[in-house]
Structures are given as C-alpha cells and as structure tokens.
C-alpha cells in the first residue's frame, strides 16, 4: 500500500526525467508519474519517491548536480504540494 506521504521530483524536460529515472531506479525505488497540476514550469514526466527513501534520495544527488539543476522536488502529503530544497 502506498503512503499518503510521497515526494516528486518535476524536471525542466523530458530527457532529464529519464536519463534521472534510469539513473535512480539502479539505487532505489521510483515510479515514473504524470506531474502534479499544481506544479507548473516542468515537462508532463515526474519521479515519485517516497518517504522512506528521501534521506537516501538526497545523499545520492550530492554527487549529481547535473540533475539538481534539471529537477525540483516536492512533499505531497494528503493532495497538498510543498517545495522542498535539495539539502
């Protein structure tokens, strides 16, 4: 069963999606989505994650600024979105 807790990961095109999609799902669990409406200025392909994997999600990024620059990433918890900062 899935948790209302997740976090999505919006990119700036569809070729960073994949290229973090296929880079991410060697380490751990992604799903590949359509993006939030709320979330504006993304292409139509976001990453969820979820909750358990974040801490991971962010130590694995520390060394790919190359898809830092190319995502934004977001709480979503009960259908309310929220900007999160890469830390």
Known sequence: MRNRIYYTMAFKSTHSAVAA???LS?????TV?????????????????????IKRLVRILKDRPDI????????VEGGDVF???YE
């Open 33 to 53: 989505m359509p993006t939030l409406r709320s979330i504006s200025a993304s292409c139509g392909i976001s990453l969820r994650i979820e909750e358990a994997d």
């Open 68 to 75: 830092i620059n190319s995502s934004a990433l977001y709480r």
């Open 83 to 85: 900007p999160v900062e």
């Open 21 to 23: 999609e296929n880079y």
């Open 26 to 30: 060697k380490i751990i669990e992604v």
